[in-house]
């Protein structure tokens, strides 16, 4: 797929908590198809770019162009945009008191107003897709934590996003579980769903994305390749946060 549909355009964004920069004009471009792949050390402001793209946080300076629309104004429908950027985060955020279905057609049913026909129909194949159709009645209790971020992706994908966010999905999940959650990931870029994912995972980071976005102290120090960051980091900070993992 040709990537160069700019589906999302970023421009100095700027967030602050009190006096403190967390974003200090941040400004890039996500294509429509392209897998971006947030990295940088932690407290860098990486997991706070993605909330103020879903309108999880406010900003204080800049624009966020998506289908149109300038996502810091004021008049802005965050239901209707969080349709179109779906987020996924480390934390699940199921319903426990509802089987795994019951989460996932609740959306889609009270907010899109679809069909419960239909709408079972695309969950039951996404389920069969992440391998956990036979799970569609439990409750998360009874799921692994590999499970639950499997079904929470697939109550994202169940909304027809344009965008999908990953903010460390597998952070809280012991390492054998780590593989099937990215492999699900992997499975999307495949598909050619638009990404923007933060992780600590470098080989996944390499496999999946189409740019490496690298991010120290709320700016973008440098946007590459990924063969290219991996191998030959342009600034000496990237070279460092690198070194740290053994690359």
């Known amino acids: ?19 403190k920069e967390i974003l200090k004009g941040i400004s890039l471009n ?15 402001g990486k997991s706070t770019l993605l909330r ?17 629309k300038n996502l810091a104004d004021k008049d802005v429908n965050w239901q209707e945009i969080r349709q179109k950027i779906g987020m996924v985060f480390q934390s699940y955020d199921l319903f426990p008191h509802m089987t795994v279905i019951e989460n996932i057609l609740l959306g889609p049913i009270k907010v899109q107003k679809r069909s419960k026909d239909e709408v079972m129909r695309q969950a039951e194949q996404l389920l069969d897709r992440v391998g956990l159709l036979e799970r569609k009645n439990s409750y998360p209790r009874e799921l692994s934590g590999g499970q639950k971020q499997r079904i929470a992706i697939v109550r994202a994908l169940c909304m027809n996003p344009e965008i999908m966010l990953f903010d460390e999905v597998t952070a809280s999940l ?18 050619g769903m ?54």
């Open 1 to 19: 797929m040709e990537k160069n549909q700019v589906l999302l355009k970023i421009n100095d964004l700027e967030k602050r908590y009190s006096e």
């Open 30 to 44: 996500i294509h429509k198809g392209e897998v971006v792949v947030i990295l940088g050390p932690s407290g860098c």
């Open 194 to 247: 638009t990404m923007i994912i933060v992780t600590h995972e470098m080989n996944f980071a390499q496999s999946v994305a189409d740019k490496i976005v690298f991010v120290d102290e709320g700016n973008v120090c440098e946007v590459s390749e990924p063969k290219e960051f991996f191998t030959n980091p342009k600034t000496e900070r990237a070279k460092q946060f690198l070194n740290v993992f053994q690359y």
């Open 174 to 191: 012991d390492p054998e579980m780590v593989r099937e959650v990215l492999e699900v990931i992997l499975d999307l870029a495949k598909q």
């Open 52 to 68: 103020c793209l879903n309108g999880l946080e406010d900003i204080q300076g800049g624009r966020i162009e998506f289908s149109g």
